[in-house]
């Protein structure tokens, strides 16, 4: 299946003489969630602005849905809708106004019931007449994504989208992202909530000084690279751990109650058996356990921290 964003061989250097982004390519499928994950300075805006048609690109290829984002410029920015990181909006026009202008910017026919229903979905409609610097910095941000909504478009970016905003607002927009994605709408968001992309998102790109350090589905990269943990909570405190049992990943908390053994849960053997009869056989007895998977916020730092020490990086 022909993927509906395709990016291959993207460069882009300032006039600094920094290199926002070295060669990437990239694919990205309809109706897929897609999360960008990487650090201040990274490069995610400066992708996501290339693509967008905000900023041009250095050299390489960006087509969305076929169409070329340079020569081909007004279809393919037409099936993109944005909500940018920064708040940008028409301060004295209503709310009413600045989405139907917004959705005849694209040249979309007028659809008042559809724009009611965007405006009542992000829970706006009792603030249609209202000028948008009456409104509060949640609502602003409630306009954004209905004038990214306006024109129906296809792939919808978001840009640190819950980044500030209130608890209420995050809830409503991750619903409206689910109902977008059931109806076909591929979202690609980049975001500092890890724990957001965890649960959004079907895939993860990891972005680092320019560079795709690494893009996979979610629940590959968790099972590839999520260790797991068994925590034995002893009945007596050790003061360190036996010599015989040095071999085992094993640690010991600093009072001596708790033993973390760490293992690959792809493994066939987890060797836990073999550890427990150890444990037993030095007559060291737990009284509870419970084991844990590497958050995604984890694996993202372990990746980026790699990445860096593969660079000669250093903290």
Same mark, same amino acid.
């Given at each position: 299946?022909?993927?509906?964003?395709?990016?291959?061989?993207?460069?882009?250097?300032?006039?600094?003489?920094?290199?926002?982004?070295?060669?990437?390519?990239?694919?990205?499928?309809?109706?897929?969630?897609?999360?960008?994950?990487?650090?201040?300075?990274?490069?995610?805006?400066?992708?996501?602005?290339?693509?967008?048609?905000?900023?041009?690109?250095?050299?390489?290829?960006?087509?969305?849905?076929?169409?070329?984002?340079?020569?081909?410029?007004?279809?393919?920015?037409?099936?993109?809708?944005?909500?940018?990181?920064?708040?940008?909006?028409?301060?004295?026009?209503?709310?009413?106004?600045?989405?139907?202008?917004?959705?005849?910017?694209?040249?979309?026919?007028?659809?008042?019931?559809?724009?009611?229903?965007?405006?009542?979905?992000?829970?706006?409609?009792?603030?249609?007449?209202?000028?948008?610097?009456?409104?509060?910095?949640?609502?602003?941000?409630?306009?954004?994504?209905?004038?990214?909504?306006?024109?129906?478009?296809?792939?919808?970016?978001?840009?640190?989208?819950?980044?500030?905003?209130?608890?209420?607002?995050?809830?409503?927009?991750?619903?409206?992202?689910?109902?977008?994605?059931?109806?076909?709408?591929?979202?690609?968001?980049?975001?500092?909530?890890?724990?957001?992309?965890?649960?959004?998102?079907?895939?993860?790109?990891?972005?680092?000084?320019?560079?795709?350090?690494?893009?996979? !589905?979610?629940? @590959?990269?968790?099972?590839? %690279?999520?260790?797991?943990?068994? *925590? $034995?909570?002893?009945? &007596?405190?050790? /003061?360190?751990?036996?010599?015989?049992?040095?071999?085992?990943?094993?640690?010991?908390?600093?009072?001596?109650?708790?033993?973390?053994?760490?293992?690959?849960?792809?493994?066939?053997?987890?060797?836990?058996?073999?550890?427990?009869?150890?444990?037993?056989?030095?007559?060291?007895?737990?009284? !509870?356990?419970? @084991?844990?998977?590497?958050? %995604?916020?984890?694996?993202?730092? *372990? $990746?980026?921290?790699? &990445?860096?020490? /593969?660079?000669?990086?250093?903290?």
């Amino acid at each position: 299946m022909q993927p509906v964003i395709s990016i291959r061989q993207l460069t882009k250097t300032y006039a600094s003489g920094h290199p926002a982004l070295q060669p990437i390519d990239l694919d990205i499928h309809k109706g897929e969630i897609f999360a960008l994950l990487g650090p201040n300075g990274a490069g995610k805006t400066t992708l996501i602005s290339i693509v967008c048609g905000i900023v041009n690109p250095g050299s390489g290829q960006v087509l969305v849905g076929g169409h070329d984002i340079v020569r081909d410029y007004r279809a393919a920015r037409g099936m993109i809708g944005l909500v940018p990181q920064e708040l940008f909006n028409d301060a004295f026009e209503s709310v009413w106004a600045t989405v139907r202008f917004s959705r005849g910017l694209f040249g979309k026919p007028r659809n008042d019931a559809f724009l009611e229903q965007l405006l009542r979905d992000l829970s706006l409609w009792e603030k249609r007449d209202a000028r948008i610097f009456e409104l509060s910095g949640g609502m602003k941000r409630r306009v954004m994504i209905a004038k990214a909504l306006s024109h129906e478009p296809q792939i919808l970016f978001l840009d640190e989208p819950t980044a500030g905003v209130d608890v209420e607002l995050r809830r409503d927009m991750w619903e409206m992202v689910r109902g977008l994605r059931e109806r076909g709408v591929t979202i690609i968001l980049t975001t500092h909530y890890i724990e957001e992309a965890e649960e959004m998102a079907d895939r993860i790109g990891v972005i680092r000084q320019g560079q795709l350090v690494l893009v996979q !589905d979610k629940a @590959t990269l968790m099972q590839q %690279l999520g260790k797991k943990q068994l *925590s $034995l909570q002893l009945q &007596h405190p050790l /003061a360190a751990i036996p010599a015989e049992l040095a071999s085992y990943p094993l640690e010991l908390s600093e009072d001596g109650q708790e033993l973390v053994y760490t293992f690959d849960a792809q493994q066939e053997h987890t060797g836990i058996a073999e550890l427990l009869k150890r444990l037993a056989e030095h007559d060291i007895d737990f009284k !509870d356990l419970q @084991t844990r998977q590497s958050s %995604l916020e984890e694996i993202f730092v *372990s $990746l980026v921290h790699s &990445h860096d020490v /593969a660079n000669g990086e250093h903290a």
